[in-house]
T-cell receptor, first 112, second 113 residues
Framework: SQTIHQWPATLVQPVGSPLSLECTVEGTSNPNLYWYRQAAGRGLQLLFYSVGIGQISSEVPQNLSASRPQDRQFILSSKKLLLSDSGFYLCAWRDGGWNEQYFGPGTRLTVT | GEDVEQSLFLSVREGDSSVINCTYT??????LYWYKQEPGAGLQLLTY?????DMKQDQRLTVLLNKKDKHLSLRIADTQTGDSAIYFCAESRGNTGGFKTIFGAGTRLFVKA
């Protein structure tokens, strides 16, 4: 069966520090991968999605970036965090041939 | 625009039916979804409906789709306290770069015992 992992589960970082959030998927190959952010009391905002290794589409211009170095690994990064980057970050995957989307447990990021 | 809109809050009594409404904008959407998010957790797919369907029933859940009005609803029969959560409406659009899903802001369902 397929599983999706995210780490860390929680993170507190100072303004201006770098960020690296990792997401990995097991039990499938060539998935579509997604990063979402959920700000407090708000809906999900799609940040990035990827249909293959090295292929990244950015939905919202900001100080975040994403990379997909391996088929089942998706990384969200920042060189310098802003206070507004605080939120709940969710990774998700989808089988390219089927539209159900599966979400990871999320990472709660607090920028202080 | 790309907005998916839904009311932010719904309160019902245990045992009553809950109806959560949503409107979407893209008439070419192929799939429409309802996801559930419990506190501090990721999203869990509850049910989905193909755009060529009007209704789908799955145990206590009934999804109604009005394509003309671009309106989607989720009815939960015999609502229980365990149904308290945030419910997200979403539409999926395919393109040459893959599929992406646009989510509403979520409706927080509060079930009173």
């Amino acid at each position: 069966s397929q599983t999706i992992h995210q780490w860390p589960a929680t993170l507190v970082q100072p303004v201006g520090s770098p960020l690296s959030l990792e997401c990995t998927v097991e039990g499938t190959s060539n998935p579509n991968l997604y990063w979402y952010r959920q700000a407090a009391g708000r809906g999900l905002q799609l940040l990035f999605y990827s249909v293959g290794i090295g292929q990244i589409s950015s939905e919202v211009p900001q100080n975040l970036s994403a990379s997909r170095p391996q088929d089942r690994q998706f990384i969200l990064s920042s060189k310098k965090l802003l206070l507004s980057d605080s939120g709940f970050y969710l990774c998700a995957w989808r089988d390219g041939g089927w539209n159900e989307q599966y979400f990871g447990p999320g990472t709660r990021l607090t920028v202080t | 625009g790309e907005d998916v809109e839904q009311s932010l809050f719904l309160s019902v009594r245990e045992g009553d039916s809950s109806v959560i409404n949503c409107t979407y904008t893209d008439s070419s959407s192929t799939y429409l979804y309802w996801y559930k998010q419990e506190p501090g957790a990721g999203l869990q797919l509850l049910t989905y409906i193909f755009s060529n369907m009007d209704m789908k029933q799955d145990q206590r859940l009934t999804v109604l789709l009005n394509k003309k009005d671009k309106h989607l609803s989720l009815r939960i029969a015999d609502t229980q306290t365990g149904d308290s959560a945030i419910y997200f409406c979403a539409e999926s659009r395919g393109n040459t770069g893959g599929f992406k899903t646009i989510f509403g802001a979520g409706t927080r369902l509060f079930v009173k015992a």
